[in-house]
């Protein structure tokens, strides 16, 4: 806006020497704000922007982190997609975002949408549904251990109601469900919030109209809660699909780094991890990465077409 | 409108049902906490005992000092203190002043420096640390603070977040400083930056709990004990010594206390980050 009033300063008298002026300031503008964003384009190129390049040229070489770079071209997709333990975590990461982000993404906003009916006590019930997710992954995972042990508190809790619980880390076929149950107690809250804000933005006369022309609370939720939260459900759809995606810290704590038992908590992260430390195999590693990197991309893109158009009133 | 009984009695019934649905989902989110703290003040004996008793007896409080002195919580307590508040403190200054620029200079490269900034929001970490890993070994930062605090020290989310507090101040305010000459650093940091307090706040506490709360980078850094931060040595503590889970959940408890005190105090400007870079 200065600049703009300063150029039309310019076009009354004077104009040589103001433009000049002009340009002088323009030119220390500049290096101000290049002074000043500096630091910050260092080091997202540094720890950002940059390792998300280097991955790419890190897929095509043969590496062990002590010996000399191999070269060695697109082998190392070729050798991941023969192997059987890739499409294990290709799966469970699969399943695991399938589940985990629909269920927390509608749990968010049932209780968004009732936490909005001016109920009593609501910030005592915002604060309680949004702690879980303030607390580190590492004290989330370590309670939930102890919670899904064999003789634990949920199996304590399903015994009133006669079932035997199964001993959920380490059966395979409920270690992942298990960590499914931890993200979605953790996340939901979050998204709540995330939720009640894009509440506050529809406009409170569409609900009164509905009401007098006799739509009940439930056709009122599905014909304007749904459609005019898209925004936020947007927003909470894609964040939730890359974290899930991506999802390492709780498979990392509660297999002890493994991704057992019988590799059924195994993630694509968890096993970008374990190509580094486990296996020394750096290309293997950063061709997984990359294979991550492209289907949250495309996961991404179809999202936006899906749910990213601007609402229209 | 006029409210029937049957309509009067049947909103007082549904109210009563969204209440009790509140309790119960309030119920599930606090309980793990409770169990938690119930766990950490019972003997090894009680804590193991099926079916699980809530009450512990008596109230071990012990648990906590002798947790404090089996595994070095003093130091991790520490290195997440450290860790966390300088990378509070660079995030402040470093995002306030490329959301600065961003916001109120009109330079050459301004876009493409902005949807620089945009598209490594879609960066997540899990995804890049294979060559970020490989990159601090390289610099030799591996087992050093400052590989633990560099990759956090700036956010592409508080770039975000402080431009938008920037955009919101009316130009006005700067314009006769600007008039007169005085200096972008000066016009920043003694007209505009105080204006944008609350959303430092915002800030601030997001980057904290983020850094206080990270687990992979630590893991990924710091193999020495000495530079365990809390969550990572909780978490080592686990796997690589003994299954104490009263211990455990003592310690657990212990690294939740400082964020918790943060959030109750800080409560509405937790809410508020959140709000404004989850909408916008």
Redesign the interface.
Known sequence: ???VQADSQSRSGGRFLREKGMQKW?RQ??V???L??L???I??L???????V??FF?SGVSWN?LDQMHWIGLHNYAAIFRMPLFWTAVKNSFIFAAVVMPVQTIIAMI?AV??N?H??AR??????????S??????????????FNK???LN?FL?WFGISGPDWIGDPRFALSAIMILNI?STS??FM??F???LQSIPQNFYEAA??DGAS?FQRFLRITVPLLR??TF??VVMGM??TL????QS??IS??TGGPLNSTMTM?LL??E??FSYGN?GY??AI?VF??VV?LLL?LLTNRWLGKPIEY | MIVSPAQKTWGRISRGLYLLILIVGALIMVIPFLWSLSTSLKPLNQALAYPPRWIPHPFLWKNYIDTWKTVPMERWFLNSTLVSVVVVIGNLLLDALAGYALARIHFRGRNLVFFGVISMLMIPFQSIMLPVYIELRSLGLINSYAGMILPQLVSAMGVFLMRQAFLNIPEEVEESAVIEGASRWRIFWQITLPMVQPTMLTLALMMFMSSWNNFLLPLLVANKLQFWTLPLGMVMFQQQYYTNWPYLMAAAVMATIPIAILFLIFQKWFIQGISTTGLK
């Open positions: 806006m200065a600049a323009r503008e500049t101000t704000a290049y000043f964003s630091p910050t384009i080091l997202l540094m720890f950002s922007l940059g390792p998300a280097y991955a890190l982190l209780f009732i936490m009916q109920l009593p910030p005592l019930f915002r604060l309680a549904f949004f702690f879980p303030i607390s580190s992954s590492a004290v989330t995972s370590l309670m939930f251990m102890w919670i003789l634990g508190l304590g015994n107690w809250g979050y919030v995330v009640l804000a894009g009401a007098i609370a925004p936020s927003f909470i890359i974290g991506q999802m390492f810290d990392f704590i002890g780094g992260a970008i991890y190509e580094i750096v590693g950063a990465t991550l990197f949250v991404t």
